[in-house]
């Protein structure tokens, strides 16, 4: 506006509560931007709906197929340095902490498969916050406790001194990223939080939280299963603790067994939905059939199931 000649600059009047949405807007936008989301008009319950077990029935697999899941060869690793090794990872390094002492070939071992595993999620996860975001920490360590790993917050901790054999680590980790990926990945937006589920009997998880989806097949709360629910509709026994360890061992049974996966949801339509649920947010990808599961869950009832995933199935 000119006035007097002179060009006055006019600087409009904010109310208070205008002002706190145009904040929340932005905050809104931010947080948008650092999700995985999906096209303009599709819901994110969607991606649910599909049947990923339809179709071709399980392989017949031979013999030559139980030789593709022996223990990594270790000596492998020799040959790199691991600070040479680590400067070229400096993403996914910056974030193994060895709290323990261990030899070269063990760090580039846990390193390899450390990088592996966070770039296959990041390459597939189909919605949430990107994965490097979603974590802080991954602890390698030894301690005097029987408890193999765990996830505290944002951090994971494996526990060497009880792990038995080399796959185990990789799998261990699986299960662990089950909960990254569950607790701090695919988390929504919603400022209203769901009074059922809480984590530590506090309410944390916003309404349209699409894990709730997979926590409302079995559970009524986190520590109420359905009065109907019966052990193999649970991918574990171990899944059968609270929601959470239910997700992350359907998480490692579809990535690493999925073929196991397939006959459990065969006889059980709870462990269909389960199934077609962790096959969504991967959009169908996943890593191995798992030959040898397959054999040993073939001899024993249909109603078995292993006491934890992540364990040498055949001592189960």
Not at 227 to 255: H, I, Q, V
């Amino acid at each position: 506006m000119m006035s007097n000649g002179m060009l006055t600059k006019i600087i409009p009047r904010i109310s208070l509560i205008n002002f706190i949405k145009l904040i929340w807007a932005v905050v809104i936008i931010y947080l948008g931007l650092s999700f995985r989301v999906l096209p303009a008009g599709e819901n994110v319950l969607d991606l649910f709906k599909k049947d990923y077990l339809s179709g071709n029935d399980h392989e017949i697999y031979s013999s030559s197929d139980l030789n593709l899941h022996n223990s990594v060869d270790s000596n492998l690793y020799v040959q790199y340095d691991f600070n040479n090794f680590c400067d070229e990872n400096n993403t996914i390094c910056k974030k193994l902490d060895f709290i323990s002492d261990y030899e070269v070939f063990y760090k580039n071992y846990c390193l390899s498969w450390s990088i592996y595993i966070v770039w296959w999620i990041d390459k597939y996860l189909v919605l949430g916050k990107n994965i490097f975001k979603a974590f802080d920490i991954i602890n390698i360590q030894k301690e005097k406790s029987t408890k193999r790993a765990w996830t505290r917050w944002n951090d994971v901790f494996i526990n060497t001194n009880t792990i038995t054999y080399d796959w185990e680590f990789k799998q261990l980790l699986w299960h662990e990223f089950g909960h990254i990926v569950d607790l701090y990945s695919i988390k929504w937006l919603s400022s209203k939080k769901d009074k059922n589920f809480t984590e530590f009997e506090k309410s944390t998880f916003a309404i349209d939280d699409p894990s709730l989806e997979f926590y409302k097949i079995s559970w009524n709360g986190e520590k109420v299963r359905k009065s109907k629910s019966k052990p193999e509709d649970f991918c574990s026994w171990y899944g059968m603790y609270d929601p959470f360890e239910d997700f992350a061992e359907c998480n490692n049974l579809y990535l690493n067994h999925n073929v196991v996966f397939k006959l459990f949801a065969k006889n059980s339509l709870v462990l269909k939905d389960k199934y077609n649920f962790v096959a969504s947010i991967y959009g169908g990808k996943y890593l191995d059939k798992d030959a040898k599961m397959y054999v040993v869950a073939k001899q024993k009832l249909l109603t078995w199931r292993p006491w934890d995933t992540t364990k040498t199935m055949i001592n189960n």
